[in-house]
């Protein structure tokens, strides 16, 4: 930066981080690290373990039998050692639940999203991309080096004007419920936009998976676009499945295209067996159980009609993921800190996390919260909300 001081010879080069860090903390931004304890008497309305399986027995035990079975590491990438044979139970039946051809499964979701942008795009080609996409969709368009259209959120006549005249490799991509509203992605009409222009779509449907659709399938499978021609879907093993790592589902050619191609794929660790086999076990607990998401959707209305009804400005759900505006990011962060002390612990996003620069506390939804918890959570936010937030 021309206006820092010159690091004199010896001097510490990253002493230009305090003044960053002053000037994050004057607009309200400093963030901080906050080890949870094994066990917590907070109510937890942050985390995404949308169907309450990270703790599931039978989930925990599928964990501890992988990492005895196949060890605590997968011991190289997926193209040289890191494939078990669990990885490859995994893919298929992922792919078979969500309705696609295929998956690959990748460390994270966020691995997962670089990939598929990286490996369908290049140099020459363009991406369409949602202004309220998480940002690891973001740091995908940015690495495929091919032009980047940003259009204004969940409009398909947008994503039209964008795509128009533009041949060679084009992808409109989206979030198919958006991480900080919660609302739900028009992938039906989006589809229909990339069908005429000869456009591939990537949903990344991270918050989708476990929670929407018949039994949980997700959302492309519920807007009748799963296995379809030119869709590609992404998800994360993270939330509804309550473990770790990320897949891509789509065409088995296009699968390949990632196996051959995708940079976080093939220069990473392949997933620990651990968080495959928890992946697996919380797959099948979902396709046995379908009234889960049927249960984690009805206790997000409930949240939502109460804070409506407490006069607060809630994001209507069309998942687990409900937010509640807060008038700044210091009101943001007070108010949460006021809620963790009563027993709630909610999410609390400010900028750069929210892409219109509005700061929020943000509620998920979990499967297994009962009336009495649902109701406490909406008296305690309702109580320490700063003027302003009505
Ligand atoms: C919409 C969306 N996509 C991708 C990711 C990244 O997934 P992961 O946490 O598995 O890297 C997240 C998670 O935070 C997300 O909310």
Redesign the pocket.
Request: hydrophobic share 30%.
């Given at each position: 930066m021309p206006d820092e001081p010159r690091v004199a010879p010896h001097g510490d080069p990253f002493a230009w981080t305090e003044g960053a860090r002053r000037t994050r903390e004057h607009a309200g931004l400093v963030r901080e690290l906050r080890p949870r304890a094994a066990e917590s008497a907070l109510l937890d309305l942050a985390g995404?373990d949308y169907l309450g399986l990270s703790r599931h027995p039978r989930v925990t035990e599928a964990a501890a039998a992988a990492a005895l079975r196949w060890g605590a590491g997968a011991t190289g990438s997926r193209l040289v050692t890191g494939s078990t044979e669990l990885h490859a139970e995994l893919e298929a039946e992922l792919a078979e639940f969500c309705g696609f051809e295929a998956a690959l499964v990748l460390s994270?979701?966020?691995?997962?999203?670089i990939a598929a942008l990286t490996a369908l795009t290049a140099r020459g080609g363009l991406l369409v991309s949602d202004a309220g996409?998480?940002?690891?969709?973001i740091d995908g368009c940015r690495l495929s080096r091919a032009e980047t259209a940003v259009v204004p959120h969940a409009d398909p006549e947008a994503v039209r004007k964008a795509l128009d005249g533009h041949g060679g490799r084009t992808l409109a991509v989206t979030?198919s419920?958006?991480?900080v509203d919660g609302d739900a992605a028009p992938l039906g009409a989006l589809a229909e936009v990339c069908r005429g222009h000869g456009a591939g779509l990537v949903v990344?449907d991270?918050?989708g998976l476990g929670v929407v659709g018949d039994g949980g399938r997700g959302a492309p499978h519920a807007a009748g676009i799963a296995g379809a021609t030119g869709v590609v879907a992404?998800v994360?093993?993270?939330?509804s499945l309550g473990s770790?790592?990320?897949a891509v589902l789509g065409p088995a050619h296009v699968i390949a295209q990632l196996v051959d191609t995708a940079r976080t794929f093939i220069f990473d660790t392949g997933l620990a067996p651990a968080a495959a086999g928890a992946a697996l076990a919380a797959l099948r607990c979902v396709r046995g159980e379908p009234e889960r998401p049927l249960r984690v959707r009805a206790a997000a209305t409930t949240l939502y009609d109460g804070l409506r009804a407490a006069g607060l400005h809630a994001s209507r759900p069309d998942a687990a993921v409900i937010s509640v505006r807060a008038p700044s990011p210091d009101d943001a962060v007070r108010w949460a800190a006021a809620c963790r002390d009563s027993g709630l612990h909610v999410g609390c996003f400010r900028p750069p996390s929210v892409p219109d620069g509005v700061s929020r506390l943000r509620l998920t939804a979990r499967a297994d919260l009962t009336g009495e918890q649902l109701e406490r959570a909406v008296h305690t936010i309702a109580e320490h909300a700063p003027g302003g937030a009505r």
């Open positions: 995404n994270s979701g966020y691995a997962a999203n996409n998480h940002a690891s969709l979030d419920v958006f991480s990344d991270a918050h992404t994360t093993l993270s939330k770790q790592g990320g």
